[in-house]
């Protein structure tokens, strides 16, 4: 408001001495007129000027009105990264347990395979001697030899070893009572250990054994 009185009357004052100097020019009478609307025109001016020195400056909240947002924008800012950094790092973390536990059960997984593994070939290694040891006693041993006698069915020979014989030899009509037949067992131990026995009519009537222990 102030600066535009100040305005106005620099104006009237202007105008107003250029029409009070053609009146003096055109000897009009009325130039003594405009010279005092001139003057009057120059007081607004000066009170303009001088209203407007003693105006207080407008204060600086606009500043800070303008910072505030700014430092809380920062605040959010940096509120925002940390946060971030914070999800991050429990991404981070999460994802090294994850592995962490994946490696643990194929750690696990490969033990007891293993484990596994070594109980099967320790499985198949016993039935392995145990089968070594089953073939080992098809044969005839010493006690068993001893144990058969003559007049004694090929059957009931056969009960007493526990396995059959290798025929060697036969002769005449099978089922007859002159039917002659040869058989032969390996013995349980001893090289070339074996024994042999004969049954006529299927009674046996002769025995021999070699090696057997």
């Not at 605040?75 to 946060?83: G, L």
């Not at 059960?105 to 089953?134: G, L, R, V």
Request: glycine share 8%; charged share 30%; hydrophobic share 45%.
């Amino acid at each position: 408001m102030s600066l535009f009185l100040g305005l106005v009357g620099f104006a009237g004052v202007i105008v107003f001495v250029i029409m009070a100097g053609v009146a003096l020019f055109k000897k009009k009478g009325n130039a003594k007129r405009y010279f005092m609307y001139a003057g009057i025109s120059f007081v607004l001016f000066v009170l303009g000027l001088s209203v407007q020195d003693t105006e207080e400056p407008v204060p600086v909240a606009t500043e800070v009105i303008e910072e505030e947002p700014k430092a809380e924008t920062e605040e959010n800012e940096k509120k925002a990264e940390e946060e971030a950094k914070a999800a991050e790092e429990k991404a981070a973390a999460e994802k090294a347990k994850e592995e962490k536990a994946k490696a643990e059960a194929e750690k696990k997984a490969a033990e007891e395979m293993k484990q596994a593994e070594a109980e099967q070939a320790k499985k198949d290694a016993a039935e392995k001697a145990e089968a070594e040891k089953a073939l080992d006693a098809e044969g005839i041993s010493k006690e068993e030899f001893a144990q058969i006698e003559n007049g004694m069915t090929y059957e009931e020979v056969v009960a007493i070893i526990g396995v059959e014989g290798e025929i060697l030899s036969e002769v005449g009509e099978k089922g007859t009572q002159f039917y002659t037949i040869m058989y032969m067992w390996d013995g349980e131990t001893g090289l070339g250990a074996n024994a042999n026995a004969m049954f006529q009519g299927n009674k046996l009537n002769a025995k021999s054994q070699f090696g057997l222990e």
